[in-house]
Nanobody, 116 residues
Framework: QVQLVESGGGLVQAGGSLRLSCAAS????????VGWYRQAPGKQRDMVAV???????NYADSVKGRFTISRDNAKSTVYLQMNSLKPEDTAVYYC??????????WGQGTQITVSS
C-alpha cells in the first residue's frame, strides 16, 4: 500500500501561481504513470497532467503552456507547477500513482480556489 499526501493548495488570485506536491510513502520509480487530476463541483474528475514512464508529459488542452508536471523519483514526489491561474482552474486536485496490476493509488485531494 502506498500513501499519497498532497500539499500546496489554497486560495490565489487570478494570474497567480501555486505549486502542488505529492509525496508518496513508497518509491515511485517503477510507477507506470504519475499524474494530477481535478474535480470541480458537480463535474467529473478530469486529467490535468500525467507522465508516462519513459515518455513525455501530457497535458489537458486547458492547461497547456501554464502548468508543468514533474517527478522526482529520488524524493518519491510528484509536482505540479501552476502559473497564470484562472477562476476556471478552481477544483479539488488529486495526485495519482499507477503501477499496474491493480496497484492504483490516489491522494486525498487538495483544494485550489482561484478568485477573479
Amino acid at each position: 500500500q502506498v500513501q499519497l499526501v498532497e500539499s500546496g493548495g489554497g486560495l490565489v488570485q487570478a494570474g497567480g501561481s501555486l505549486r502542488l506536491s505529492c509525496a508518496a510513502s513508497g518509491s515511485i520509480f517503477s510507477a507506470s504513470v504519475v499524474g494530477w487530476y481535478r474535480q470541480a463541483p458537480g463535474k467529473q474528475r478530469d486529467m490535468v497532467a500525467v507522465i508516462i514512464r519513459g515518455g513525455s508529459p501530457n497535458y489537458a488542452d486547458s492547461v497547456k503552456g501554464r502548468f508543468t508536471i514533474s517527478r522526482d523519483n529520488a524524493k518519491s514526489t510528484v509536482y505540479l507547477q501552476m502559473n497564470s491561474l484562472k477562476p476556471e482552474d478552481t477544483a479539488v486536485y488529486y495526485c495519482n500513482v499507477f503501477y499496474g496490476r491493480g496497484r492504483d493509488y490516489w491522494g486525498q485531494g487538495t483544494q485550489i480556489t482561484v478568485s477573479s
